[in-house]
């Protein structure tokens, strides 16, 4: 692993009468003015910016009006429940009369508005239909939602491909023409915004003249939850969203199920971080969606029932567990299929599969062998009918979505569908045709790749002071982002003394550190270490990279190094 120091502008920008150290690490983060640290709502891009808002708020407008039935569709991922939440709170607060929500099955239906769910979601004889966080791609799907009499609007922020689909409407800042600024607002994020322009139409038309305007604000908790847990990354009007979002769960105002979630997680929610919604919350709804139906993680989050919301928040951790074991037994076969092959006979581009490997976890394997060796990888199971689908994750310098488009181009019936972003995407292909894609997609990589690509970097934002190891500077790196992806939390690294080093839990690494001149005493903890590696007695110098974070043990605060990255010196 290389540690290096993460590029900082030649002139650093006035960012007010910030701390220097604070100054470099915003800078060093693409942030040029004060103005991007406003974290206000007044700040968002206007909603007007997006194609094809009017069309959508027209179409809601006269559903509301004529007290139509609006049935929304979803994805089966954090995000998309979310997504599916905000949008049913929402238009039921802006007064819609009949709004309910549908969520693919992940194992009977797969992705997105098809066919097939298009038939099931007629069942609740809708007029209207809204997707969230999917439909982009869906052209069969919202084809057969017109020729069963349905309007459709499409809200969806996933890259389109060569076809827009037929919808009376659509809104994604990704979709042909769009101007919107920030392309990377999550699947909740653009409903959010579709709500912010329909009440702004509504209060035009003198909806609320005689009645209190709808706060949709009481929804931005939902927002910031879906928007870290999909890893969009976090340009300055998605931490606006994250940022109001994360003030209501701290304030206490947040839902009953994200409430729930924390209490099952022992998390205190005054003190929960952009990092905690991503860790903690995320994995437990997506949990849901993973191993059975996400409908229980919609449930849990538009519950107003304190017991119900508990009851299911315990349900989602016990799922939680589950996957975890499921992920850990694949983990090992994976490494299992990896073991004997020499370095440089690793394929740049990984393909892995196994008949017993489970759906729903394909895409946390990837993550993981993508962390462990450094190269775009894609994890595969069994979708039944003869068919694999899999979970794809990759580097930065590789759009993974742009690659499957590449082969699928060079290689035609090879693939038989595929979608996604820059870092994840997923496809569905015939099992006969498992070898010669993986041989398709290790060649694109190599293409675009070059072996020292494939090698672990970490950006460094330099060392620290022995005066800088405080709580009050740990304190305001903890609230200064929110952090996230493409604005990550300060990592810094250093040389210092091992006094103690023990492993709790199965794999984790608690250490008692000493600054190197050996004037501070410091304790911290390395999550996931090898345990081929440590605990290692004769090691007495490491060198680390490493956050500065607060630990809270009966009511005591402590400064805390999460360590990322440790070895012997």
């Not at 922020?157 to 809104?171: Q, R």
């Not at 979708?383 to 759009?399: E, M, N, P």
């Not at 794999?507 to 000493?514: A, D, F, G, I, Y």
């Not at 605990?535 to 500065?548: C, F, G, I, M, S």
Request: hydrophobic share 45%; glycine share 8%; charged share 25%.
């Amino acid at each position: 692993m290389r540690i290096d120091p993460r590029p900082l502008p030649a002139v650093l920008p006035f960012l007010g009468e910030l701390p220097p150290l604070l100054t470099r690490l915003y800078a060093a983060r693409g942030v040029q003015s004060e103005a991007e640290l406003d974290k206000s709502l007044a700040r968002l891009i206007p909603y007007q910016q997006l194609k094809g808002i009017d069309a959508a708020v027209d179409l809601l407008v006269t559903a509301l009006e004529q007290r139509q039935r609006i049935l929304i569709v979803g994805d089966f991922d954090a995000d998309g429940a979310t997504a599916s939440t905000v949008g049913t709170l929402g238009l039921r607060l802006l007064g819609a009369a009949h709004v309910d929500y549908l969520v693919p099955n992940r194992f009977e239906y797969g992705y997105g508005l098809t066919p097939e769910i298009v038939a099931v979601a007629l069942q609740r004889e809708p007029q209207l239909l809204i997707t969230v966080d999917n439909g982009i791609s869906s052209v069969e799907g919202v084809a057969a939602a017109k020729a069963a009499g349905l309007k459709v609007l499409v809200t969806d922020h996933h890259l389109p491909g060569d076809e827009l689909p037929a919808a009376d409407a659509i809104v994604n800042p990704n979709q042909p023409g769009c101007t919107f600024p920030s392309k990377a607002l999550a699947g909740v994020g653009v409903i959010f915004y579709v709500l912010m322009a329909l009440r702004a139409r509504l209060r035009s038309l003198g909806w609320y003249d005689k009645s209190p305007q709808p706060n949709i604000g009481e929804l931005l908790d939902l927002v910031a939850l879906g928007s870290v847990a999909d890893v969009v990354p976090l340009d300055a009007n998605n931490r606006i969203l994250v940022h109001q979002g994360l003030e209501r769960i701290r304030a206490g105002r947040a839902r009953p199920g994200i409430k729930a979630i924390l209490e099952v997680a022992k998390r205190d929610h005054a003190r929960i971080t952009s990092t905690d919604l991503g860790f903690i919350l995320g994995p437990r709804l997506n949990a849901a969606g993973r191993l059975d139906d996400m409908s229980l993680g919609i449930e849990c989050l538009l519950t107003t029932d304190v017991g119900a919301a508990r009851e299911m928040a315990a349900q989602l951790d016990g799922m939680n567990q589950d996957r975890k074991s499921i992920e850990q037994g694949m983990q090992r076969e994976a490494l299992a299929q990896l073991k004997d092959l020499p370095v440089e006979s690793m394929p740049y581009g990984l393909c892995l599969f196994d008949p017993e490997w489970h759906q729903g976890v394909i895409g946390i394997l990837a993550s993981r062998m993508k962390e462990r060796y450094f190269r775009p990888t894609i994890a595969f199971a069994d979708a039944g009918d003869g068919l694999l689908k899999g979970s794809g994750r990759s580097v930065q310098g590789f759009h993974i979505r742009d690659a499957l488009a590449v082969v699928a181009s060079q290689h035609p019936n090879l693939i038989a569908k595929y979608g996604g972003h820059a870092m994840a995407a997923g496809l569905t292909l015939p099992e006969a045709n498992f070898p010669l894609f993986a041989e398709a997609f290790d060649a694109e990589v190599r293409r675009q790749l070059r072996e020292e690509d494939l090698t672990g970097r970490l950006l460094s934002d330099g060392t620290l002071a022995v005066e800088e190891f405080h709580l009050e500077l740990a304190r305001a790196l903890r609230h200064a982002g929110p952090w996230g992806q493409h604005f990550p939390e300060p990592l810094f690294h250093g040389v210092f003394q091992l006094v103690e080093q023990r492993v709790v839990g199965e794999r984790h690494l608690k250490v008692v550190l000493k600054s190197e001149c050996g004037s501070v005493k410091l304790d911290g903890i390395a999550f996931g270490v090898d345990r081929e590696v440590w605990p290692n007695p004769t090691v007495r110098w490491v060198e680390l990279a490493y956050k500065l974070d607060v630990n809270e043990f009966r009511g005591n605060e402590t400064v805390q190094l999460m360590i990322a990255h440790i070895e012997p010196r």
